[in-house]
Nanobody, 124 residues
């Protein structure tokens, strides 16, 4: 069974940057799409970004497009989320999750094996 561990969250001022990592263990994720999601206090979990198994296709929520970059290193079994120009509304717990073998969906229902999340707080 695969386990996901997110890291890299923290407190940052608006306009700053953070790089989140999602390290997988127990099984390779190199043949699966991967996604990042976030959940702000009192809100539903929402899609942030997704990447195909090869890294050749990426998708972003409109709210983060142009500011966030998702990438992966299959040799390290790790997925990243580079977050730039952070805004207070980006404050949330960020989760990574494993997607399907085929396709790169943005719908949360296609993702499984969630990590425990990492807190990102952006101060104004």
């Amino acid at each position: 069974q695969v386990q996901l561990v997110e890291s890299g969250g923290g407190l940052v001022q608006a306009g700053g940057s953070l790089r989140l990592s999602c390290a997988a263990s127990g099984r390779t994720i190199s043949n699966r799409a991967m996604g990042w999601f976030r959940q702000a206090l009192g809100k539903e979990r929402e899609f942030v970004a997704a990447i195909s198994w090869s890294g050749g296709s990426t998708y972003y929520a409109d709210s983060v497009k142009g500011r966030f970059i998702i990438s992966r290193d299959n040799a390290k079994n790790t997925v990243y989320l580079q977050m730039n120009s952070l805004k207070p509304e980006d404050t949330a717990i960020y989760y990574c999750a494993i997607g399907p073998y085929v396709g790169t969906p943005i719908n949360i229902k296609y993702y499984i094996s969630w990590g425990q999340g990492t807190q990102v707080t952006v101060s104004s």
